[in-house]
Nanobody, 115 residues
Framework: QVQLVESGGGLVQPGGSLRLSCAAS????????MGWYRQPPGNQRELVAT???????NLADSVKGRFTISRDNAKNTVDLQMNSLKPEDTAVYYC?????????WGQGTQVTVSS
């Protein structure tokens, strides 16, 4: 059974940093895109960052220059390094894998940016 487990969320002050990690189990996803979405309070889920199996990254304009996505195919993990956090980054962050026609999702981790 496929399972994605996120960790690393929490409360941070504006300008601070957090690192989110996602560990996948149940099958290997080294050839498939992985990434992160987020859902701010009262809003729809939005794409934050993706990374291909070969390591090509794509980030939303709102986080470019502040967030970095990386993956370790041997460990079946994908990380999101978030720097210079802003209050508008507050959201539940979800890890996902797009394995062909099937999308797998984590349960989400809360990130709150507030002073």
């Amino acid at each position: 059974q496929v399972q994605l487990v996120e960790s690393g969320g929490g409360l941070v002050q504006p300008g601070g940093s957090l690192r989110l990690s996602c560990a996948a189990s149940g099958r290997m996803f080294s050839i498939y895109p992985m990434g992160w979405y987020r859902q701010p309070p009262g809003n729809q889920r939005e794409l934050v960052a993706t990374i291909t199996g070969g390591g090509i990254a794509n980030l939303a304009d709102s986080v470019k220059g502040r967030f970095t996505i990386s993956r370790d195919n041997a460990k079946n993990t994908v990380d999101l390094q978030m720097n210079s956090l802003k209050p508008e980054d507050t959201a539940v962050y979800y890890c996902y894998v797009r394995a062909g026609l099937t999308n797998y999702w984590g349960q989400g981790t809360q990130v709150t940016v507030s002073s």
